[in-house]
């Protein structure tokens, strides 16, 4: 095991919680198509960039969503979401990202991420019974 990987092993742990940190491994470990990926998940991001100075989690979370929304990758956002409120973030925070990155990527986009916001809210309780824009029928 390289220090990359003990850094990511580490950081995945106390980040997303051991039973995440063990399917990316698992996935790593597994000797079929897409476990280098998986491999190197682990030790670039999470052991090499995360565990970086300069910046903490909190912040790193507030620049990995905003690039993902601007990606417009739902489903990686909903996993950054959930780490985003695992490193302190609030759901009032996470509005503002959206708004924040609005301006930059249109209403559409925003409509997309804030579902994918709003599905993560929901699964810790903290959604407020607010709905979707498909929900609402505004979609």
Do not use: C
């Not at 579902?115 to 607010?130: A, H, K, M, N, Q």
């Amino acid at each position: 095991m390289s220090d990359k990987w003990q850094a990511g092993h580490e950081l995945m742990v106390s980040m997303m919680g051991p039973q995440f940190a063990a399917a990316v491994e698992g996935a790593a470990n597994a000797d079929n198509f897409g476990a280098d990926i998986a491999r190197l998940a682990i030790e670039f991001p999470f052991g090499s960039v995360w565990g970086r100075p300069g910046l903490d989690r909190r912040s790193r979370s507030i620049a990995v969503i905003a690039s993902l929304i601007t990606q417009g990758m739902p489903n990686e956002l909903k996993n950054h979401v959930r780490f985003g409120l695992n490193n302190g973030l609030t759901p009032v925070e996470l509005q503002e990202i959206l708004i924040q990155v609005l301006p930059y990527v249109g209403f559409p986009a925003i409509a997309e991420a804030t579902t994918s916001v709003i599905e993560v809210l929901r699964e810790r309780g903290l959604d407020g019974g607010v709905k979707t824009a498909a929900e609402n029928k505004t979609l």
